[in-house]
């Protein structure tokens, strides 16, 4: 049985994408259950978020690696005439593990781009498939390594191959958007991208009548939105926000769900089938929490938190737990339970 996969994706960029992912991979940790972050987006700023320059520039110096060390150096030998390779993972924590992201990742698209006609093909299948699941398979290998729960996947802002091989690797997305036309283009164009990803990976999987390895459903599931970054005064977007924000609910059930019908609600407050969080930017705790290293919630008064700070970084631990807290009901139902 595979371990889900929860992707963060939006083709919009800036709306705190990276952050998001990190803070719910400690958070998801800290409440007990085990988490793989797998970064696969080639800018490696989850990875950067985890580790420091020195352990990079440690992974990185090497591109031939055949270590495993970096999401890269596993599907690599998928260029030549090799096989995937088991990822080395990083402990982050006790029950948290990464999969590091490589810049070296953005030479692998065009491989994925060659491969995704191929697989309709009539003839041997076994390459095609092999190249396009290579990230579905070194993380469902990782998780086993560390018997995860939950894999937690970070990807660039754009509609690419690599995103598009990442979500064919996908059980469940979330989408993270800003307060603004930019996060509502965003959704204009993700919806469809979706459907034609989940139309296309199925006719491919049933060109391929026996395959020779598991094949990811590719089920890419909108669970809901979250809506970060926002000014904030009195817990309330300002104003001149408002009129993006409240448009959010409409717009991802149009485009993500499908529904054209309604109703839809007026704001995200009151959308509480899709919103699943309203996330302040804590804009002061950042650069803080970028310096210690550790997630917002983890900032202690010998790291500065004080006072003001620390009453932020005791809100971060509220509403990454309460947003913890409905992801692992909707996607994790049997480990809750199990708790």
């Not at 260029?79 to 006790?94: K, M, Q």
């Not at 006719?203 to 598991?214: A, G, H, I, S």
């Amino acid at each position: 049985m595979s371990v889900p996969v929860l992707t963060f994706f939006n083709n919009k960029g800036g709306v705190g994408k990276t952050s998001l992912v990190y803070h719910l991979a400690w958070m998801l940790s800290d409440s007990g259950y085990h988490v793989l972050a797998c970064d696969l987006d080639p800018q490696a700023n989850l990875t950067a978020a985890f580790l420091n320059e020195e352990r990079l520039e440690e992974l990185w110096k090497d591109n031939n690696s055949t270590a495993g060390q970096t999401i890269m150096q596993c599907v690599r030998p998928l260029t030549r005439a090799g096989d995937v390779r088991s990822p080395a993972l990083v402990p982050i924590a006790l029950s948290l593990g990464l999969i590091p992201g490589d810049l070296a990742l953005a030479g692998f698209e065009d491989v994925l781009s060659t491969e995704w006609p191929n697989a309709l093909g009539s003839g041997e299948l076994y390459r095609s498939f092999r190249v396009l699941t290579a990230f579905a398979t070194v993380m469902q290998d990782g998780a086993r390594q560390m018997n995860a729960d939950i894999i937690l996947a970070d990807v660039g802002p754009n509609l690419g191959a690599i995103n598009r091989s990442a979500l064919i690797a996908t059980d469940y997305i979330i989408v993270p958007l800003g307060a603004d036309l930019f996060s509502l283009q965003g959704l204009r164009n993700l919806g469809p991208s979706l459907n034609r990803w989940r139309a296309d990976w199925r006719k491919r999987r049933d060109n391929w009548q026996q395959p020779e390895f598991l094949l990811p459903a590719g089920a890419m599931k909108p669970i809901g939105y979250v809506v970060q970054q926002h000014g904030v005064r009195l817990s309330r977007p300002v104003k001149a926000y408002d009129k993006w924000v409240n448009r959010m609910p409409e717009e991802y059930a149009r485009n993500l769900l499908g529904d054209s019908v309604g109703p839809y609600a007026a704001t995200p407050v009151q959308d509480t089938a899709h919103a699943l969080a309203t996330v302040k930017h804590f804009r002061s705790l950042v650069p803080m929490a970028q310096e210690a290293r550790k997630p917002i919630f983890h900032l202690t008064t010998a790291d500065g938190a004080i006072g003001s700070h620390a009453a932020a970084a005791n809100d971060a631990r509220r509403d990454f737990k309460q947003l913890a807290n409905k992801i692992a009901q909707i996607v994790m139902p049997e480990a809750v339970a199990a708790d």
